[in-house]
């Protein structure tokens, strides 16, 4: 069997409460250098707050993000890995869904954060580079 997710995840991340104020989320995202937030209520994952999240339902709409909250932009139902699922496997989803960015729950509690980065640190077989192409390549609503 090859690498689980739990060898390559990161597994202390940034996080942010669906109550938070989008604008303090999004000075998180600056400080941390990170393009996403997983959004946690009493532990458990609720949802995935992106920058896209926050341009497209947030700054383009003209809302205020000092008064809007993480809950209210972010998007809900993300789609998540688990800790031992073979990280082939996790790759082949993240190329399904177009993510860069995978939360990876136990039980439903977030225990990480599977990010293209982290795949590309330890890509050694030749899919690899094709899996995060496919990843990478704009959805039809981004090309519009």
């Known amino acids: 069997m090859g690498k689980s997710v739990r060898d390559v995840m990161t597994p202390t991340v940034e996080t942010a409460s669906p109550s938070q104020p989008l604008s303090e989320a999004a000075q998180t995202m600056k400080i941390s250098d990170i393009g996403s937030l997983p959004v ?3 532990g458990r994952l609720v949802g995935m707050l992106t920058d896209r999240d926050i341009v497209v339902r947030a ?3 003209g809302v205020d993000v000092n008064t809007v909250q993480v809950g209210d932009v972010a998007s809900r139902e993300p789609v998540t890995t688990a800790p031992e699922e073979d990280l082939d496997d996790a790759l082949a989803l993240m190329a399904r869904h177009r ?3 995978l939360p990876v729950v136990e039980d439903g509690t977030l225990v990480g954060v599977l990010a293209q980065a982290d795949v590309a640190l330890e890509a050694k077989e030749k899919n690899a580079g094709e899996m995060l192409r496919q990843i990478s390549q704009p959805t039809s609503a981004e090309r519009e």
């Open 40 to 42: 946690v209520e009493e």
């Open 59 to 61: 700054v383009a709409e």
């Open 99 to 101: 993510v860069r960015r």
